[in-house]
């Protein structure tokens, strides 16, 4: 008899615990977490949405963050144009600097362009594109790398602000 009252308690309590622990963020989601918070510490804003379909691709791209640094100094007399900028799985003589493909008619402007050719070999294989617009610039970033890659990704960032400010 006391077997059963012991295998009823053991069943009751993985009743109640084994939903509670199935709420509980796995290790990639706390460190997910952890990496954006540090994200918006550094003033940068994460936004989650999908690639444009590029013509190449066979399915739709799946849904990715945006780690943009927003303009601070917005200036009403100056036009800011946007566009975004993808990294292609291959490297062909129509792209911009061999993988790198415009997407829309948007362009960068000449300075911009000094600095994307600075810019773009150092980034990872982790970022999938650039994007410019009235928010600031950005990048799809796969968030591989951690704090040390995100911390490069903001000095990058930076950079890229700077053509805007002067």
Same mark, same amino acid.
């Given at each position: ?10 069943? #009751? ?34 936004? #989650? ?36 900028? #993808? ?51 950005? /990048? ?13 990704? /903001? ?7 700077? #053509?805007?400010?002067?």
């Amino acid at each position: 008899m006391n077997l059963w009252i012991i295998l009823i308690v053991i069943g #009751v309590v993985a009743m109640v615990l084994g939903p509670i622990m199935m709420l509980q963020p796995s290790a990639t989601q706390r460190s997910q977490e952890h990496l954006r918070r540090k994200a918006m510490e550094m003033g940068m804003r994460i936004r #989650v949405v999908s690639l444009p379909q590029q013509k190449t691709d066979t399915e739709a791209p799946s849904a990715m963050p945006v780690y943009s640094l927003p303009d601070e100094t917005p200036s009403k007399t100056q036009a800011r144009p946007e566009w975004l900028l #993808v990294r292609t799985p291959y490297a062909h003589e129509a792209h911009y600097m061999g993988s790198w493909q415009w997407h829309g008619n948007g362009r960068a402007a000449p300075a911009e362009l000094g600095k994307l050719e600075k810019i773009l070999p150092q980034l990872p294989a982790s970022v999938h594109a650039v994007e410019a617009g009235v928010q600031g610039y950005g /990048f799809y970033w796969s968030e591989a790398g951690g704090i040390a890659r995100l911390e490069t990704l /903001f000095q990058l960032l930076q950079q890229l602000q700077l #053509v805007r400010s002067d």
